[in-house]
């Protein structure tokens, strides 16, 4: 057999199975990135929380909870951090949440529900000016709304 | 210097352990830069003054988000070290004809942490710089000890 027809050969058998593998990919079931793929990794993450801090401070009903925290820069950069680690990690991102947990967070601060309210309400509006899809917003908060019961009434 | 030796292994095994303890794991918001939030009581005319003020110093350079809340009359920026409280009203003050104030919060009565958040975040730093020095005394003094023998074996 000639040296050409080898080569022929050879590229036919590497045509063949380029096929036979695009094939395989294509039959595979894609798998969803995770929430934190989806919402835009932690730039998306940090500019939402931004926004959500900025709304609570600027909301009468709750920013009293706030104010020395806000009034401090090296807290507010601290709470800021623990938020952003804290969406990250829970949307499975690279991300390790050190803080206190919402319990130990919480205790002694008699937080009520309508404060609570007011807190998704500033969210909720800080995911919707960066326009976060509707699924993508109920998973967050459904990863968050558990945390109620450590918050409320501590 | 048998002491002096203990003393500078015991520090260093301490201060690192303390290190490992304390260290924040490295995280994907490890890469972000500070931010802080100013608020300011904005004085607008009406609630779309205020908030055609929220757009305008949305587009600021170093400005990560602003709220304008109407209810309130309160005007929030969160915004890098390229801005101050001060030079965030200069500015604010070009776009309208009131001036807005800095609203000072007044800080919450309850107990509070008496180190400040600075310090606390400090210690890590602080416990890794010491570990690595003690290590390296302790390397000084072993080489310092080693010489000294060198040269008493050829005198």
């Known amino acids: 057999m000639s040296s050409y027809f080898k080569t022929l050969l050879f590229a036919a058998l590497v045509g063949v199975c380029t096929i036979i593998a695009c094939k395989k990919d294509d039959d595979t079931p894609a798998v969803e990135a995770s929430l934190y793929d989806r919402l835009g990794g932690i730039t998306a993450i940090s500019a939402v929380v931004d926004q959500f801090i900025a709304n609570v401070v600027?909301?009468?009903?709750?920013?009293?909870?706030f104010a020395a925290t806000v009034a401090n820069p090296s807290r507010a950069r601290l709470l800021r951090l623990n938020l952003i680690d804290q969406v990250c990690a829970g949307a499975g991102g690279p991300c390790s949440y050190k803080g206190m947990t919402m319990k130990e967070a919480h205790t002694g601060m008699n937080i009520t529900q309508a404060e609570f309210n007011a807190l998704v309400g500033d969210l909720v509006a800080a995911l919707d000016q960066f326009n976060v899809p509707e699924k993508e917003k109920n998973e967050l908060l459904a990863i968050l709304g558990p945390m109620q019961t450590d918050i409320v009434g501590q | 210097m048998k002491v002096l030796k203990f003393s500078m292994v015991m520090i260093s095994a301490a201060a690192m352990l303390g290190w490992l303890i304390l260290r924040k794991p490295a995280s994907a918001s490890d890469i972000l830069e500070p931010v802080c939030y100013t608020a300011f009581i904005s004085h607008a005319s009406d609630p779309e003054a205020g908030q055609a003020l929220a757009l305008a110093a949305q587009e600021w350079e170093g400005v990560s988000a602003v709220s304008y809340n109407a209810g309130s009359d309160l005007l929030v920026i969160a915004h890098t070290d390229l801005w101050t409280p001060a030079t965030l009203k200069s500015r604010l003050s070009t776009l309208t004809s009131t001036p807005p104030q800095i609203k000072q919060f007044t800080p919450s009565p309850g107990a509070q942490c008496p180190v400040p958040v600075e310090i606390v975040e400090m210690i890590p730093g602080f416990l890794l710089s010491l570990s690595i020095?003690?290590?390296?005394?302790?390397?000084?003094?072993?080489?310092?000890k080693r010489k000294k023998a060198l040269v008493s074996l050829y005198q």
Do not use: E, K, P
């Open chain 1, 58 to 65: 600027a909301d009468n009903t709750i920013n009293g909870r």
């Open chain 2, 133 to 144: 020095f003690s290590t390296i005394v302790l390397a000084g003094l072993m080489v310092f």
